[in-house]
């Protein structure tokens, strides 16, 4: 049910009064004497305040205590705690209608907790799927997931809300379901019989498993962290392999590099492909070689080049490789225009179709920060140790010029993030370096605020991994 503009302007909870009242959260966090980031805690529904935090917070806030802390529990009662949920979300559910219809000859396909759409832009890119659904809470990422897919409904909600049913009604039958579910700490699944849709115990993870036990498409895709795998002496990936063999499905799993397939980035994910056909998947073979070391250790789930086939495969893309035709900007500024044609293959498989070159943007340093990142280089040992007291080893670091960059994260135009430094120039990374070093074309279409679309690019699957799995099912379902 929708809520009145007069509940929501009655909503109490420390997020809307703080903004109502026009207070930075960094203001809010000196005021009460917390740090920032348990204020962000706060916020995203990760941690509630103790009463004499709540008084405090009444008293700067100027409200009732009593009432501060019936509208933050009611918060908490409507929010999936998490990286941006709860500060992000959309108070009512929304649907966006596709704007053309699928081309009948493609599979169709839905992508669950969707965030911008990596996943299945990848799968699209391929020219054998077409995207009819997504569905994410976050208004910014369903938006620019919807900017992308010209087939595709985009569902602004709670897939627990918004239901199984509510899902077939704006895609009709569908043939692939992908998605890479938020983990929410890697809570145990409980035996695949015991699901039911509205049961608000259910993980992420096990609403993933239960929208594709309903529909029962022919294949689908989950993807995670490579910590699930280890998680609970490995009982949470057994459970959950498990749970889709229960609802007949044949499952295989596998340990996948991006940087092996085109990427120019170390990114190492879980992926859980099933078919319901009895159909076996042939996973993709690597296109580049690369030495690194995998998180999961040495075990056969962990892609790799064949060793008599590795000699003659390229060198992993690199950051250059990947970023080199783009103007240099100085912090703080931005460029419009490319400056040279593109030089390489990667480049020109990111600049077909783009409107010119967007998103070019520097963060701007604050002199202390440009004294730090001049100083930078491989790890944070690099930096004088009366600039920096504190971090980890790669922090404020430069990335290599000649290989792959390392995982990117939501923060990547922040040096104090994980390597993100440009080889060459002091300051971090651009938004569109980002983008490029995460496999998306230039011609992608973010939507939302800066900070925002940093975050979108930074939690995405990489497209062009996305499309050498979707190359491979498209393979695999013709066998």
């Not at 895709?221 to 609970?232: A, C, K, P, Q, S």
């Not at 400056?339 to 701007?364: C, D, F, I, V, W």
Request: with cysteine.
């Amino acid at each position: 049910m929708r809520r009145s503009s007069w509940q929501r302007s009655m909503t109490t909870d420390i997020r809307t009064i703080r903004i109502r009242k026009r207070i930075r959260q960094r203001d809010l966090a000196d005021a009460i004497g917390v740090s920032g980031h348990t204020i962000r805690k706060w916020e995203r529904g990760l941690e509630f305040p103790e009463t004499p935090h709540f008084e405090r917070l009444a008293e700067v806030l100027s409200i009732d205590a009593r009432e501060l802390i019936i509208g933050q529990r009611e918060h908490l009662s409507r929010v999936i705690p998490g990286e941006g949920y709860t500060t992000a979300c959309s108070s009512d559910s929304q649907i966006l209608h596709a704007r053309q219809r699928a081309p009948s000859e493609r599979l169709r396909l839905i992508d669950l907790f969707c965030g911008c759409g990596g996943l299945s832009y990848g799968f699209e890119w391929t020219g054998h799927y077409a995207t009819v659904c997504g569905i994410d809470l976050l208004c910014d990422r369903v938006r620019s997931f919807y900017s992308n897919h010209p087939y595709a409904t985009g569902v602004i909600g709670d897939i627990q809300e918004f239901g199984v049913e509510g899902i077939r009604r704006v895609s009709e039958e569908v043939d692939v379901v992908v998605g890479g579910p938020p983990c929410q700490g890697f809570s145990s699944i409980r035996p695949f019989r015991t699901l039911t849709e509205k049961d608000r115990r259910n993980t992420l993870v096990e609403r993933f498993l239960f929208v594709v036990a309903t529909l029962r498409p022919r294949w689908f895709l989950f993807e995670n962290v490579v910590g699930m795998l280890t998680h609970g002496e490995g009982k949470m990936l057994a459970s959950l392999v498990r749970g889709f063999e229960d609802a007949g499905y044949e499952v295989s799993w596998r340990i996948i590099n991006a940087a092996l397939f085109g990427v120019p980035q170390h990114r190492e994910r879980l992926f859980i492909v099933g078919n319901r056909e009895g159909k076996a998947f042939a996973w993709p073979e690597p296109t580049h070689q690369e030495e690194y070391r995998s998180m999961a250790g040495r075990r056969p789930e962990v892609v790799s080049p064949a060793p008599l086939f590795s000699g003659q495969l390229p060198d992993a893309v690199s950051v250059m490789d990947a970023i080199g035709d783009l103007p240099p900007v100085n912090a703080g500024c931005h460029a419009e225009e490319y400056a040279t044609g593109p030089q390489n293959e990667y480049q020109r498989l990111m600049r077909p179709g783009s409107k010119g070159l967007t998103l070019h943007r520097a963060t701007k340093h604050t002199p202390k920060m440009l004294t730090i990142i001049r100083h930078s280089g491989p790890n944070i040992s690099s930096i004088p140790k009366h600039l920096v007291t504190s971090g980890f080893t790669s922090c404020y670091s430069r990335l290599y010029a000649n290989k792959p960059s390392t995982t990117l994260t939501v923060n990547f135009v922040h040096p104090a993030s994980n390597r993100c430094i440009h080889p060459h120039q002091d300051r971090a990374l651009t938004i569109r370096e980002g983008a490029r070093l995460q496999s998306f074309p230039d011609r992608f279409e973010f939507q939302g605020t800066l900070a925002q679309i940093v975050k979108q690019i930074g939690n995405a699957a990489p497209p062009l991994l996305a499309r050498a799995i979707a190359e491979a099912m498209y393979q695999s379902d013709r066998d």
